[in-house]
């Protein structure tokens, strides 16, 4: 019998696992894809990482420890995961990005600076704002490779004696004398504990969190700069855009990729099932995107390299879950990451195990309460669950 049993070998759930195994956990890891994938929400080489977060403060903490949690996994995997290459949060001005962007900055004592679109300009070549729109410059934001953190997770999760099966589709769970049976694809093992973390996918295991975490379509495009050195990673910020035709957000173009760039809640394509995910990009997708390039970043208005689908999986407030799963005190869920979660995974994969281990919690994590008073409408009979060991 396993330790525990971790459903999902993405982004957090390899995290997970390796922090399982770190604490010397005898852990198995099920993964109905293969290590990295793209059938979820992890793919596309890079995903955004800063330390301004206005929609909570709760969240900054857990983005420290995040950063030092990847360093961390560079230093075990010898892969580098992170760069730091600053970052701008661009809106009109009086906006509630670029207010809240600095209020969170004030409020933890972050370094940056404020900037109206002509600085911008000037100091990023890349950039072609407004002189009406204003920047929160903040100097450590960055990217995370996404697939590269996954691989070089899953592999220090496995030398520390982790089992992984790959091409296993997880199909349910019950609980039996001394734990739990998981029944695959591949048959049924057991385990005392066991830690969702299945992106998209939560909805199959669950018809409860089915509920609460909703899959939506989202689309990256890459385009080739017609001038590559003002998009390199030493001279372009990640950046996050409230524009009036939409929300956006990109990278720089990291080993020749293209310049990534991306709009928030796409075209608003919820999915009842992540399977039914359109996979194809089209020309209307493509537009989407070409709008704020063309607007924005005329000097990245190449060729299209690229264009990728992914999921978010959003719940009802955009906030986290992770905790305890409903009514059953060895079972625990890290899910409805909502577009905005891939930068905490290393964080997160502490956080489930030190709840899957019963150790005592590093982080004030009540924020991300699975049971909470404001979801009693969206899950009938939703209560309190008492933690338990």
Not at 132 to 151: K, N
Request: charged letters at 20%; a neutral charge; proline letters at 6%.
């Amino acid at each position: 019998m396993y330790d525990a049993i971790v459903i999902g070998v993405g982004g957090m759930g390899s995290a997970t696992l390796f922090h399982l195994a770190q604490n010397g956990a005898n852990v198995m890891g099920l993964e109905q894809f293969g290590i990295p994938h793209a059938f979820g929400s992890s793919h596309g080489s890079t995903r955004i990482i800063r330390l301004p977060y206005s929609k909570g403060s709760e969240y900054v903490p857990l983005l420290r420890a995040a950063y030092r949690y990847w360093r961390k996994l560079e230093d075990v995997s010898g892969e580098t995961v992170l760069h730091v290459t600053g970052g701008l949060d661009i809106a009109p001005e009086g906006s509630w990005m670029v207010e809240g962007s600095s209020r969170s900055c004030d409020e933890h004592g972050l370094e940056y600076e404020e900037l109206v679109g002509t600085e911008v300009n000037r100091r990023f070549p890349g950039y072609r704002l407004p002189a009406c729109m204003r920047a929160i410059y903040q100097p450590d934001s960055g990217y995370v490779l996404s697939e590269v953190a996954i691989t070089a997770y899953a592999a220090a999760a496995r030398s520390l004696g982790a089992r992984i099966l790959t091409d296993t589709q997880a199909l349910g769970w019950r609980q039996i004398r001394n734990g739990l049976r998981v029944s695959t694809s591949k048959g049924d093992f057991e385990a005392k504990r066991l830690v969702i973390t299945a992106g998209p996918w939560i909805g199959t295991l669950s018809s409860e969190l089915q509920r609460l975490c909703q899959p939506e379509r989202q689309v990256m495009l890459w385009t080739g700069p017609l001038d590559r050195r003002p998009f390199d990673p030493g001279c372009f910020p990640v950046f996050r855009m409230l524009a009036p035709f939409g929300r956006f957000y990109g990278n720089p173009d990291h080993l020749g990729e293209g310049f990534k760039i991306a709009k928030y809640h796409h075209l608003e394509q919820k999915l009842e099932h992540p399977a039914e995910l359109d996979r194809e990009c089209h020309p209307a997708d493509e537009a989407v995107l070409r709008e704020a390039v063309k607007e924005y970043f005329p000097l990245a208005n190449g060729e299209t390299r690229k264009m990728a689908a992914c999921m978010f999986t959003n719940t009802p407030d955009g906030d986290f879950i992770l905790d305890q799963y409903p009514r059953q005190s060895n079972v625990f869920v890290a899910a409805g990451f909502s577009g905005h979660g891939f930068k905490f995974c290393s964080v997160v994969g502490k956080i489930m195990a030190e709840l899957c281990l019963n150790h005592p919690p590093t982080w004030d994590i009540r924020r991300f309460r699975l049971a909470r008073e404001r979801w009693a409408e969206v899950v009938p009979g939703t209560k309190t669950v008492p933690r338990q060991s």
